[in-house]
């Protein structure tokens, strides 16, 4: 889900520079999107292991 997040960036970067402002802010508000669902879900995975008891490895 990060690398989505990273090309939708990327496409966001490369249609600013050619001048397409619609599709670079829509590419920008799914990448956002995704990165912040996939922090959601990190966090969430990291908060469920700490409660089974579990500690990560070191």
């Known amino acids: 889900m ?3 997040a990273f090309i939708f ?3 966001a970067i490369i ?3 050619l ?3 619609g599709l670079a802010l829509l590419s920008v508000e799914i990448a ?3 990165f912040i669902a996939f922090v959601a ?3 969430l995975a990291c908060l ?3 409660l089974r008891g579990n500690m ?3």
Do not use: A, D, T
Request: proline residues 8%; without cysteine; aromatic residues 24%.
């Open 56 to 58: 990560p490895p070191v």
């Open 32 to 34: 956002r999107i995704l």
């Open 15 to 17: 249609f600013g520079f």
């Open 41 to 43: 879900l990190f966090i």
């Open 48 to 50: 469920i292991h700490v």
């Open 2 to 4: 990060l690398g989505w």
């Open 19 to 21: 001048g397409f402002g």
């Open 9 to 11: 960036f990327l496409l």
